[in-house]
């Protein structure tokens, strides 16, 4: 009888421990899935010390003097009144008044996607901008991770998103990987039944900047823009989703009545107007000549692999530099990516700066970098290099 009990003692003593390991187990897969989501909230406004200069935060340089000086006259005694932003919108893109909703900032869009649609099965292309995923977990969707590869230049399969996802997330032109998708790659994601929502906070950037924004004939295409990027405004958060009015109508629901200031709504109306398209193609053409140079001195370094955008940054990896962690020691900081699902901390995205002299700085400081560090163990990232 005692031996039975002692075998018993020992069974539960074997119970308990099993029970407080698989309670350890799963308190480090909670752990580690808090640092997942907390990776997947890091932008880079965060990552740039005091005195440093900033390649991490992919703004271009600021306003025009025209439009802060409007803005100094915006009546803010007032409810905020969005109905002539979105006229403007609507006007700009071709669409309806409610097939168009002003947000505060392109990123606000994710959040009320997820919490006003509320997917069953969404899916996240990456490496691309964390926060649409960072959205759907905080609403406690289920999200599945497409991941791209560099050998094929970031390139998507529209095969690999399944047929049952009912919301589909990419960038065009992706961030951090500046690859632009084809139309027809969209085309073929969109299908009854499915939300296809395309991220175009970069768009202002193309010499042609219409992008996807006039494709009413797309069923469940959601596509969101920012006023932010090109003109130099990340503290105004100003931008907007275009789409079906039932979609944009259910993204309305899930946000407070005045998801937008009167600041915002007054940029909107000012930088939509055809009167701001000469600024907007000059500023575009001033990128892509000051981008063309700072590949120009990137390209020539050793191991270095550089993935050209149409928009202000650029992609680098090398296989022996940790770039970001070596260039804090000289005072630069550039844009970490392990943060982003598909990189690691070879890889890092780089403004592109208006002032040439800051660039040949950081093509300098590179080249100083790498010539330093320890010969490469395994080839550079492929075929995907520009």
Known sequence: HESVRDHESVRDHE?????????????????????????????????????????????????????????????????PDARPAHDRIAAQHRRERDQCLVLNGAAEGFWALAFGLRPRSAVCIHPSFTSPEAALRAAGCDVLRVVRRPEDDFAMDPGAVPDDADLVVLGRPDNPTGHLAPIDLVERLCRPGRTVVVDEAFADF?????????RTDLPGLIVLRSLTKIWGLPGLRVGYALGPAPLVAAMRAALQPWPANSLALRAVDLLLSPAAEAERRARSDAVTQARAVLIDGLTPLPDLSVWAS???YVLVHHPMVQLRTALLAHDIAVRRCDTF????????????????????RFVRIVADVIAGSPPPRTSPAGPGRY
Do not use: C, F, I, K
């Open 15 to 79: 119970s308990v421990r099993d029970h407080e390991s698989v309670r350890d187990h799963e308190s480090v897969r909670d752990h580690e899935s808090v640092r997942d989501h907390e990776s997947l909230r890091d932008h880079g406004d965060r990552q740039v010390p005091p005195g440093a200069l900033d390649l991490a935060v992919n703004v271009w340089s600021g306003p025009p003097r025209w439009l802060t000086d409007d803005l100094h006259q915006v009546d803010l005694t007032r409810y």
């Open 341 to 360: 699902p598909g990189l690691d901390a070879h890889y890092a995205r780089v403004a592109v700066h208006p002032d040439p002299a800051a660039r040949a």
């Open 310 to 312: 149409p928009a202000n």
């Open 206 to 214: 193309l010499p042609d900047s219409t992008g996807l924004s006039t």
